[in-house]
């Protein structure tokens, strides 16, 4: 089934909710259903996009990158069979696999976030081991690089911030989560007791970072129902990609969802006041200012009710009013395959326990941990999957179509997340081993739009703010020391370290307005983004971070590259510095007649600082390939 098809019924749908009534004369579906309709079309246009941003021609590698069979290349696992199985069925060439250049900077930035150091990439380079790929992808996982690295794609997922529009988490709250996620990933805890204690857990959220996903459900303006909303919805679009249940919490998906889901048409808003009804007892006592310098001032308490219900009683909120159903006036909690709780304290811990268990967790963390690695979903966006359109044994009925651009992958990524007790990096050392992830990016012959739903080569992405500043710090040698909110005199010098992207709040050396050049959001009202901007080559040209990185008198690594006399090996350090590589032929024999013109020691150091500020301009040092 083609991906063309399938795009007229995929959408993202986010709907404006203050004063709307139940007719859902405000929502933002009906208002705009271009917007939502064309929502995987964008994406598929989005990485495209890219793909043209990044455009070498011969700055990659030294040899050619025409594309090949399919067949031609090794079939590692079940990932290549369905993904190369495809291409070659749909007799698409694909690109060849990438050169050691591409890859060792590739899996460097994807696993710990940055580039590799000189001596790391010198090594793997003149490594003649057949099976070096594979050690260092081990090497990277289990390095305390990837556990920092990782516990900020966590923060980003469940929205970790110091303060947001709704609730403070203060730096005491925020840095709890930050250490929780990092302490769970270096003990390599199963993916789903993350989601389940962020869920079920009680106490006090300086003491348990995990309690920190319930206080960010705050909802002001409205009644207590508005909460058990917000709770319900972060968790079902977060941890099961169901993002339409913030849509039915409103109205029903009849007469709204028609062309966007096949499951959500035919969902009611009483389910999901049903699954919201879960969260009915839950409560959160904010402790608020508390004199004489108390280590709890500003926190929150989370824990549970023993009585309660799910009340059809309000007519003021950020939704829709909640009317009675006959006699119906308050509800229970139900989950969405018909499943009451047989728990009748807790209901948080029955919910937890069953979305960890629901086909749709293990499918929507496979496809967001495909996304960040292949820089595309299987299913876009994200967070609006459609359980009604991913089983391929149960396709759904004509007009719909399975929801994956690869439904059989996507099920079978799903079942070895779960085969794997859930664990984080068994998923992600699955997918960087495969052919598939380790394809070029360049793809010499022809391109066309329909290859990017067939992966057929890797697609390039953009570094982010931190992977840009973290590659520099290394790549110069001048090193930057940030404090870091709620930490103390402990101060971090690696961006990925930070625990969310309001950091370092002194703005030290300029870095984090530096970083906020290339869109990384505040977790909160603003969103990361992959756009790139005149405004981030603006920054790459002059900012001060830049400036101060490449020059001799203030980057120690630049001064030591300026000892060394022989022309050719000062170009194949500075290279490896910033790029991650050697020179091609064509860069080498340009780069040395342009130091053959420096023939004093002010102009031969003038020269490697234009040489240096040269090659972070380069589109292959902005873009991750």
């Known amino acids: 089934m083609s991906w063309g098809k399938s795009i007229l019924f995929l959408a993202a749908a986010t709907f404006t909710r203050l004063g709307a009534e139940s007719s859902g004369d405000n929502c933002s579906f009906r208002n705009a259903p271009d917007d939502f309709l064309n929502a995987q079309r964008r994406a598929i246009e989005s990485t495209n996009s890219r793909i043209r941003q990044f455009q070498p021609k011969s700055a990659v590698g030294i040899r050619s990158a025409r594309a090949v069979p399919p067949s031609s290349l090794r079939?590692?696992?079940?990932?290549?069979?369905?993904?190369?199985?495809?291409?070659?069925?749909?007799?698409?060439?694909v690109a060849p696999l990438s050169t050691d250049a591409e890859f060792v900077r590739r899996i460097y930035l994807d696993l710990i976030g940055r580039a590799p150091k000189v001596s790391e990439a010198r090594a793997f380079l003149a490594d003649p081991n057949e099976n070096k790929r594979d050690e260092i992808i081990d090497r990277l996982l289990n390095s305390p690089d990837f556990t920092y690295r990782w516990a900020n794609w966590f923060g980003e997922l469940v929205q970790n911030n110091r303060t947001s529009i709704n609730v403070n988490l203060q730096n005491e709250g925020r840095n709890a989560f930050y250490e929780y996620f990092r302490m769970a990933i270096n003990e390599n805890r199963p993916i789903k007791d993350l989601a389940?204690?962020?869920?079920?857990?009680?106490?006090?959220?300086?003491?348990?970072?995990?309690?920190?996903?319930?206080?960010?459900?705050?909802?002001?303006?409205?009644?207590?129902?508005?909460?058990?909303d917000t709770a319900f919805s972060r968790a079902a679009s977060m941890f099961l990609g169901m993002g339409h249940y913030d849509c039915l919490l409103c109205h029903d998906g009849r007469g709204h969802l028609e062309q966007l889901s096949a499951w959500g048409k035919r969902t009611t808003r009483m389910e999901a006041y049903k699954m919201a009804a879960f969260f009915s007892r839950a409560n959160l006592t904010g402790r608020g200012n508390i004199p004489g310098g108390s280590p709890y001032s500003n926190s929150f308490d989370v824990s549970d009710r023993t009585t309660g219900t799910y009340d059809l009683n309000t007519n003021y909120g950020n939704r829709p009013n909640r009317i009675k159903i006959g006699t119906l006036v308050n509800l229970t909690p139900e989950y969405r395959d018909g499943k009451v709780t047989s728990n009748s304290?807790?209901?948080?811990?029955?919910?937890?326990?069953?979305?960890?268990?629901?086909?749709?967790?293990?499918?929507?963390?496979?496809?967001?941990?495909?996304?960040?690695?292949?820089?595309?979903?299987?299913?876009?966006?994200?967070?609006?999957?459609?359980?009604?359109?991913?089983?391929?044994?149960?396709?759904?009925?004509?007009?719909?179509?399975?929801?994956?651009?690869?439904?059989?992958?996507?099920?079978?990524?799903?079942?070895?997340?779960?085969?794997?007790?859930?664990?984080?990096?068994?998923?992600?050392?699955?997918?960087?081993?495969?052919?598939?992830?380790?394809?070029?990016?360049?793809?010499?012959?022809?391109?066309?739009?329909?290859?990017?739903?067939?992966?057929?080569?890797?697609?390039?992405?953009?570094?982010?703010?931190?992977?840009?500043?973290?590659?520099l710090m290394d790549a110069s040698g001048l090193i930057q020391e940030y404090p870091i909110g709620g930490y103390g005199t402990d101060t971090v010098r690696y961006a990925w370290r930070m625990p969310d992207a309001t950091e370092p709040q002194g703005n030290q050396g300029n870095a984090r307005v530096f970083m906020d050049y290339f869109l990384r959001g505040n977790r909160d009202t603003q969103l990361r983004t992959q756009q790139v901007s005149i405004q981030q080559r603006l920054a790459l040209m002059n900012d001060g971070f830049i400036y101060n990185r490449t020059r001799v008198a203030t980057a120690p690594n630049l001064a030591a590259i300026l000892k060394i006399t022989d022309n050719g090996k000062m170009l194949e350090e500075l290279y490896l510095a910033y790029l991650a590589r050697v020179p091609t032929e064509t860069e080498y024999t340009k780069a040395m007649a342009f130091l053959s013109k420096a023939t004093t020691a002010a102009l031969r150091s003038a020269a490697l600082e234009d040489l240096a500020w040269a090659l972070v301009q380069k589109t292959d040092f902005l873009f991750n390939y």
């Open 75 to 93: 079939w590692v696992n079940f990932i290549d069979q369905e993904i190369l199985g495809k291409a070659e069925k749909a007799r698409v060439q």
């Open 196 to 228: 389940y204690e962020m869920i079920a857990n009680s106490g006090n959220n300086y003491d348990s970072g995990q309690n920190n996903f319930m206080v960010k459900t705050v909802t002001p303006g409205g009644p207590v129902q508005d909460r058990y």
């Open 345 to 471: 304290v807790n209901w948080r811990e029955a919910f937890a326990s069953q979305l960890v268990v629901d086909p749709m967790f293990a499918r929507n963390m496979s496809n967001r941990i495909w996304k960040q690695l292949f820089t595309m979903g299987l299913v876009e966006p994200v967070d609006q999957m459609d359980p009604a359109r991913l089983d391929p044994k149960n396709p759904p009925a004509d007009p719909w179509t399975l929801q994956a651009t690869h439904p059989e992958l996507l099920e079978q990524l799903a079942a070895f997340m779960v085969n794997s007790n859930y664990g984080l990096r068994e998923s992600i050392r699955l997918m960087v081993s495969s052919t598939a992830y380790q394809l070029s990016s360049r793809y010499d012959d022809e391109w066309k739009l329909e290859y990017v739903p067939l992966f057929a080569r890797h697609f390039a992405r953009r570094l982010e703010g931190e992977e840009i500043h973290d590659t």
